[in-house]
């Protein structure tokens, strides 16, 4: 069984953080500075759980007044394909709209820009690189 969650203790922190460094950093190759930044301290953080394993991590943050960033949306390698990108941001997005933001902001590695639109996000940028990986800017209204 899978629970989406919000970060409250150390174990579940480390656990965000190890799901990040092996889907960024290892799979990936971004740099472990660019993977963990200053905007680490302010985030509210999310791990997904099977069972007790952590498979799922990914980080919001307040940006504007009404208006929030989704950043740092990770599935273990061998958990894609089941969903769980969709349910985890599912959990942020609640919570999101219970903390009043009324729009969601993110940037889409290039080739997820499908999956992003599905649940709703339109793209608002040219493509762009970021960790020398293309991406592109995506918004939605809660």
């Not at 219970?98 to 889409?108: D, F």
């Not at 940028?125 to 939605?140: L, N, Q, T, V």
Request: include cysteine; charged fraction near 30%; charge should be negative.
């Amino acid at each position: 069984m899978y629970n989406v969650k919000i970060v409250e203790t150390i174990k579940e922190h480390d656990d965000a953080f190890a799901v990040r460094k092996k889907v960024f950093v290892e799979e990936q190759g971004v740099p472990l500075h660019l993977e963990c930044d200053a905007e680490d301290a302010s985030a509210t953080h999310f791990i997904m759980y099977e069972d007790t394993e952590p498979v799922g991590a990914a980080r919001l943050r307040g940006i504007e007044s009404d208006t929030a960033k989704i950043e740092r949306v990770c599935i273990l390698q061998t958990q894609r394909g089941k969903r769980l990108g969709a349910l985890i941001m599912q959990e942020m997005e609640k919570h999101a709209i219970s903390t009043n933001n009324k729009k969601l902001k993110l940037h889409a590695q290039s080739y997820a820009v499908p999956f992003y639109e599905k649940l709703g996000y339109t793209v608002t940028s040219p493509e762009f690189m970021d960790a020398g990986i293309p991406h592109r800017a995506m918004e939605k209204n809660i």
